[in-house]
């Protein structure tokens, strides 16, 4: 899959080199653990439910070149899931290489990220940590941001979402390994399909399902290599 990140055609007017893909996780509901002591790791608050945790990464273009399942445990942050993959190797990005995500990502080693809306809170004496909001840069940041990552958080219901599969909908209550397979099986499957209907393919942007990809050109300025 990842091949496709390098591909000439894998740019926005927005983001025109160097940026290559964008990446986000889904929580995969599953049932709660009998150990109680463990159980904790696998509550996730943003989705109020214990599972396991998906990362994908698509390109502009729409396809899936990257994803891990399970990547950790429902509790664990987008951060940590994307720095423990780069330092093990998992992950292994080119020198010059830029993925975008959400402000969980912020300050991720290969990332650019929406400034959290937290990014400016000072402390001050006396009365604590006081909310400044973002800068109308920032917040114009976080727009473009945003208008390029609908194209994962669309996938990712395509695999798993509202448009999804229902298996991954309902608390699992079998093998992790049937399904982390089921997981495996629907994401290649997934992306073909994404390929063959490529509503907006034309002889300018081939499979790409998005007509603002722009190119060809190299992502780094020298060399696809």
């Known amino acids: ?5 390098l591909n ?3 740019h926005t007017a927005d983001f025109p080199r160097c940026v290559t893909a964008i990446l986000d996780t889904a929580c995969v509901p599953v049932s709660d653990c009998r150990d109680g002591d463990y159980a904790k790791y ?3 608050g943003k989705y109020h439910t214990t599972g396991l945790k998906l990362e994908l990464t698509c390109s502009f273009q729409g396809h899936i070149i990257d994803f891990s399942f399970p990547c950790s445990l429902g509790g664990s942050s987008d951060f940590h899931i994307h720095e423990s993959r780069v ?4 992950k292994n990005l080119l020198p010059w290489e830029w993925h975008l995500g959400d402000g969980a990502y912020f300050g991720c080693v290969g990332c650019i990220a929406k400034f959290p809306l937290n990014f400016n ?3 001050v004496p006396g009365a604590g940590m006081v909310h400044v909001p973002l800068t109308e840069v920032q917040r114009a940041a976080n727009s473009v941001i945003s208008r390029n990552r609908q194209r994962v958080e669309h996938i990712i219901g395509l695999v798993k979402g509202e448009h999804g599969h229902r298996v991954f909908q309902l608390k699992w209550d079998g093998n992790i390994t049937t399904l982390a397979s089921l997981m495996h099986v629907t994401v290649h499957m ?3 399909k994404i390929k063959m209907c490529g509503i907006n393919g ?3 942007n081939g499979n790409s399902r998005y007509f603002d990809v722009v190119g060809p050109w190299p992502h780094d300025g020298h060399s696809t290599q």
Do not use: K, L, P, V
Not at 1 to 5: A, C, L, P, V
């Open 202 to 204: 034309t002889a300018a």
């Open 1 to 5: 899959m990842g091949h496709d990140r």
């Open 42 to 44: 696998f509550y996730s």
């Open 8 to 10: 000439e055609m894998n």
């Open 190 to 192: 997934t992306n073909i």
């Open 121 to 123: 809170d000072t402390h």
């Open 87 to 90: 330092q093990s190797g998992e």
